[in-house]
């Protein structure tokens, strides 16, 4: 069966420090990833996606940044955080070609910025 | 660029009554997914709906999606409380590997 992994679960960083959250894809090959921001009570906001291994889409202009190192790793940075980047992060897959592909989230990551 | 719009934002229950929330979206999609967010979890998948007019069951939720393929509802009968949390619309267009999710319906219920 497929799980996927996320951490860390919380981090609390200062304002001007840089990020690195890790997702990690087990039990499928060449997934569709993506990394999505919540912001408290609040929707789902698509940050990026990437379909293959080093194909990174951005969805929303930022000072965050994705990269694919590995099929089934995504990872999300910063290099330097503000306090708007406060939120809950969570990563998902999906296998398929578009359009009714099903996506699967991870635990998350929940970010204070302070 | 597309959107879904859910509504309402918020919906306070009476544990055994029904209630309904609705999901709306500017342009025609593929097909509608729905997921559930339990408070301090991460959104479920609970169904996806693909053809036009479908209507699928799964116990006391019933969800479906318009003739149009741009409108979608789920109804949940005789709330309890395991059914708290927020309810997540999401659609995509063909051959998209986007997801649009709409802002969710928050779900409280009063034993």
């Known amino acids: 069966s497929q799980t996927i992994h996320q951490w860390p679960a919380t981090l609390v960083q200062p304002v001007g420090s840089p990020l690195s959250l890790e997702c990690t894809v087990e039990?499928?090959?060449?997934?569709?990833l993506y990394w999505y921001r919540q912001a408290a009570g609040r929707g789902l906001q698509l940050l990026f996606y990437?379909?293959?291994?080093?194909?990174i889409s951005s969805e929303v202009p930022q000072n965050l940044s994705a990269s694919r190192p590995q099929d089934r790793q995504f990872i999300l940075s910063s290099k330097k955080l503000l306090l708007s980047d406060s939120g809950f992060y969570l990563c998902?897959?999906?296998?398929?070609?578009?359009?009714?592909?099903?996506?699967?989230f991870g635990p998350g990551t929940r970010l204070t910025v302070l | 660029g597309q959107q879904v719009m859910q509504i309402p934002q918020y919906q306070h229950v009476q544990e055994g009554e029904d209630f309904t929330t609705y999901c709306n979206s500017s342009?025609?999609?593929?097909?509608i997914q729905w997921y559930k967010q339990r408070p301090g979890g991460h959104p479920v998948f609970l169904i996806q709906?693909?053809?036009?007019?479908e209507v699928k069951k799964q116990k006391r939720l019933t969800f479906q999606f318009g003739e149009a393929k741009k409108n979608s509802s789920l109804h949940i009968t005789a709330t309890q409380t395991t059914d708290v949390g927020t309810y997540f619309c999401?659609?995509?267009?063909?051959?998209?590997?986007?997801?649009?999710f709409g802002a969710g319906t928050t779900v409280t219920v009063r034993a």
């Open positions: 998902a897959w999906s296998v398929g070609t578009g359009g009714t592909d099903t996506q699967y």
């Open positions: 039990g499928t090959s060449n997934p569709n």
């Open positions: 990437s379909v293959g291994i080093g194909q």
């Open positions: 342009t025609t999609l593929s097909n």
């Open positions: 709906l693909v053809k036009s007019g």
């Open positions: 999401a659609g995509n267009l063909l051959d998209d590997y986007k997801l649009s």
